[in-house]
């Protein structure tokens, strides 16, 4: 199956980039490898205002290109974000910048811990 990119599923650009770290099953994570183009919801670190719908695109951290779509997501990594609904981009201008840490959530599961480490689009992108 070929793979799409976010930016051109979303018609958008991606709106930050974080680095993140996987939790192993043992820790709570996942229990099985996760691929390109899984769709993890991210919560701020202080879990006050719950999930957003902002997508992580994982970028292969040796050639800066997207992860190959077959390739197991590594454990240890950076991905490309993109914020999904229009109506919580002023929240997100707000909160989000280099530093801000919070978590990939699958459900009510933390599967990583990432921060954020560069602001591409989110100010560009008015949506």
Same mark, same amino acid.
């Given at each position: ?18 680095? +993140?770290? !996987? ?7 996942? *229990?099985?490898?996760?691929?390109? =183009?899984? @769709?993890?919801? #991210? /919560? ?37 974000? +993109?914020? !999904? ?7 997100? *201008?707000?909160?989000?910048?280099? =530093?801000? @840490?919070?978590? #990939? /959530? ?22």
């Amino acid at each position: 199956m070929e793979y799409t990119p976010y930016e051109s599923i979303f018609s958008q650009p991606p709106d930050f980039e974080v680095t +993140y770290q !996987l939790y192993s099953a043992e820790a709570g994570g996942r *229990k099985i490898a996760a691929y390109q =183009g899984i @769709r993890w919801n #991210f /919560m701020y670190d202080d879990f006050r205002e719950g999930l957003y719908m902002i997508y992580p695109e994982i970028i292969n951290i040796n050639t800066g290109e997207l992860l190959e779509p077959n390739t197991p997501i590594p454990s240890l990594g950076k991905a490309m974000m +993109y914020i !999904l609904n229009p109506k919580f981009r002023t929240l997100h *201008k707000q909160r989000i910048k280099a =530093g801000t @840490r919070g978590y #990939f /959530m699958e459900g009510n599961t933390i599967v990583a811990v990432c921060e954020v480490t560069r602001i591409s689009g989110l100010y560009d992108n008015p949506m």
